[in-house]
């Protein structure tokens, strides 16, 4: 049985089988009508949610199969203190695969430990969006060809935002060179930076403004400020002003060139691009239906899947509390912390729910 809690729970090798499933399955919907006839999928939406929710629904619904689920969470046990553990013995024997959305970082894996059936993770906390990456990805080899050896800019709220996360770990993954262009306060967590470095052997380039290097980027990828995962203290506005992408910025960006944002937008990308063709991003989200249906289909073991998952990390238990108070490990007492080793020379180790760096 397998899970998707993070990119690194597929292969390369399996991504790409999942974007050929995915190409077949948006030129020719209908001859995968009824491959999901008589499952069920559920649907755990603790947090906000348009796109991912509504594209699974579409994406089940699409293979015949249904969905149930929440979108309000007071509506839940949870509300009366039901762990993320219980929950998940539960659902999995009400529905075949499970998705959801917590704002804990490592909620999902917690979540998928417990549950019986296939759990994927569609956002937790500011850790990682997994399917995100995978439609982000999807979306760049369709307009760019291919992502070895093309400049994908990450552009806004690197720090909190897990889109942004995901994507840099698959950009590394599939050989693109990434330039990380955050205003202060908001550039890529250490984690982040400590993972492209030793597992991937990657090593970003920083900008400070969009301006000073859109003439390089292949790729344009904005994101909006998380102001829901703002540690207090920080001046909202302000923040919002630090970074737009508008057209006179897009004069010196290159014909071939496309934006991306994984939506919704705030103030961050202004409505005049739209009509710009290098504008991807409604496409991109067009996208998440056929690479969600692909994902399932395989998660479920409809379609053959060749296992060729990469080597697992060393897991350890670990004493050490995880330093980042947002970690599931520090919200429910029954969650032993985990590490996992990066290397050995230097020890470089992470938490494995949330992957906060470990002293
Ligand atoms: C993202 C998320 O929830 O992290 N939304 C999405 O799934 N497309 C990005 C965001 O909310 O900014």
């Known amino acids: 049985m397998r899970d998707f809690i993070t990119l690194d729970d597929l292969s390369n090798f399996e991504i790409e089988q999942i974007f050929r499933l995915a190409d077949q399955m948006k030129e020719q919907p209908a001859t995968w009508a009824g491959f999901c006839k008589g499952k069920i999928l559920a649907t755990l939406f603790f947090e906000p949610s348009t796109r991912t929710r509504l594209s699974f629904e579409s994406a089940i619904s699409r293979l015949d199969g249904r969905a149930l689920g929440f979108t309000d969470p007071t509506s839940s046990s949870i509300a009366k203190g039901e762990t993320i553990a219980d929950t998940a013995r539960m659902v999995a024997n009400y529905a075949d695969l499970i998705t959801v959305r917590h704002n804990w970082a490592g909620s999902a894996r917690v979540m998928a430990e417990y549950a019986q059936v296939p759990v994927i993770n569609c956002g937790d906390g500011g850790h990682s969006h997994p399917t995100q990456g995978l439609i982000d990805l999807y979306t760049m080899i369709k307009r760019q060809g291919n992502i070895q ?211």
Not at 176 to 186: D, E, K, M, N, T
Not at 279 to 302: C, D, H, I, K, T
Request: glycine share 6%; net charge neutral.
């Open 149 to 359: 050896k093309k400049t994908i800019g990450i552009c806004g709220d690197l720090r909190y935002s897990r889109a942004a996360h995901s994507l840099a770990i698959g950009v590394a993954r599939f050989g693109g060179q990434l330039v990380h262009i955050a205003p202060s306060g908001f550039q890529m967590p250490e984690w982040v930076i400590t993972k492209l470095k030793h597992l991937y052997g990657v090593e970003p380039t920083k900008a400070d403004r969009i301006s000073d290097v859109i003439g390089n980027l292949d790729v344009i990828y904005v994101n909006r400020l998380q102001a829901e995962r703002l540690p207090p203290g920080i001046d909202l506005q302000s923040a919002q002003k630090a970074y737009q992408l508008n057209s006179t910025i897009m004069e010196s960006a290159k014909s071939s060139s496309m934006i991306m944002h994984p939506l919704p937008r705030v103030n961050e990308l202004t409505y005049e691009l739209d009509g710009d063709p290098r504008a991807a991003y409604f496409e991109q989200s067009a996208n998440g239906v056929p690479v969600r249906m692909a994902l399932m289909v395989s998660l479920l073991g409809l379609e053959h899947l060749v296992l060729t998952k990469p080597p697992e990390q060393e897991i350890m238990e670990d004493l050490q509390q995880c330093k980042n108070p947002n970690c599931v490990t520090g919200k429910e007492d029954y969650i032993l912390s985990k590490s996992e080793v990066l290397s050995s020379q230097p020890m470089v180790r992470i938490c494995s729910y949330c992957n906060e760096l470990k002293d």
